[in-house]
């Protein structure tokens, strides 16, 4: 049986784009909205550190893989994380001219990765299945949700589609990968506790010290906001909880939702987008 489960439709290969937001992250680019811009950009912070650990997680065991499809997408999954780190570099790199301490959030970041580079290959590949069960969740959301990214500026907009259709085209791979060198299911569960508590925990923390560069950690009202786009109307991470508990099935396979279509109307946006420059 081929160890590959991603649809044969879907092809996992990194799209050379080159996104240039130096000005755009000097304001408040998600609708002048210092929540929203503060969420998207801590997510962006975790990016860099956290797509390199994916790539050594699933280099570890490439050699174990025999099926040419999940080879090959195994190519493209690198290619594509890395792409998404070196842009996701920069955009954090222009965050400093807004006055974050950048450099302080990476530590701290970098100090948690530490442990996890030495922890054993097994459990670092099922913690990449596990945060790309996050990304992947959260890419959907993003792709079939466009008001969510209501008022953000375009070049933002294009950027955080394309890392969307990305993380969605190469969702299975890692797990596909986990499947055929591992395989121990209690081990991928177990594992996403962990993952879960620590993007949780990184993403408010990287939230917190944004809205205090912009002297809003003790602002209601701006909790307010927040707490209602994650948790009220429209709901972001309240709306994705289902999906992501999902993860917990044993039977879980990241192309149970089948979000083919959607992938297919973003890649023709995306290439219109592109085209106009
Ligand atoms: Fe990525
Ligand atoms: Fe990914």
Redesign the pocket.
């Known amino acids: 049986m081929p160890a590959s489960s991603t649809p044969v439709d879907v092809s996992v290969a990194p799209r050379h784009i080159r996104f240039d937001v130096r000005e755009e992250l000097k304001t408040l680019w998600h609708g002048n909205d210092v929540f929203r811009t503060a969420f998207f950009n801590a997510l962006s912070l975790q990016f860099p550190e956290g797509?390199q650990q994916?790539i050594n997680a699933v280099r570890h065991y490439r050699d174990r893989i025999t099926d040419p499809k999940l080879a090959q997408e195994i190519r493209g999954?690198i290619g594509?994380?890395a792409l998404?780190s070196r842009e996701h570099k920069d955009y954090n790199e222009a965050l400093k001219a807004r006055g974050y301490d950048v450099d302080a959030i990476d530590r701290r970041f970098h100090k948690h990765m530490e442990w996890v580079h030495r922890l054993p290959p097994s459990r670092q590949l099922a913690g990449t299945c596990g945060?790309?069960h996050y990304?992947?969740v959260l890419a959907n959301a993003i792709l079939s949700h466009p008001e969510w990214m209501e008022g953000a500026t375009p070049t933002m907009q294009r950027l955080w589609r394309w890392h969307a259709i990305?993380?969605t085209e190469?969702?299975s791979v890692?797990f596909d990968v986990y499947r055929a060198c591992i395989g121990d299911e209690r081990l991928r569960r177990v594992v996403f506790l962990f993952v879960t508590y620590n993007f949780f925990k990184y993403t408010f923390l990287n939230t917190c010290s944004l809205l205090k560069a912009e002297g809003k950690l003790w602002s209601l009202r701006t909790w307010l906001g927040g707490v209602n786009f994650l948790w009220g109307r429209p709901g972001v991470l309240r709306r994705c909880l289902p999906e992501f508990l999902a993860y917990f099935r044993k039977d879980f396979h990241p192309w149970q939702q089948d979000n083919r279509t959607l992938l297919q109307e973003n890649l023709r946006q995306l290439e219109a987008e592109t085209a106009a420059g």
Do not use: L, P, R
């Open positions: 797509e994916f999954f594509q994380e998404h945060a790309e990304t992947a990305e993380e190469h969702k890692a």
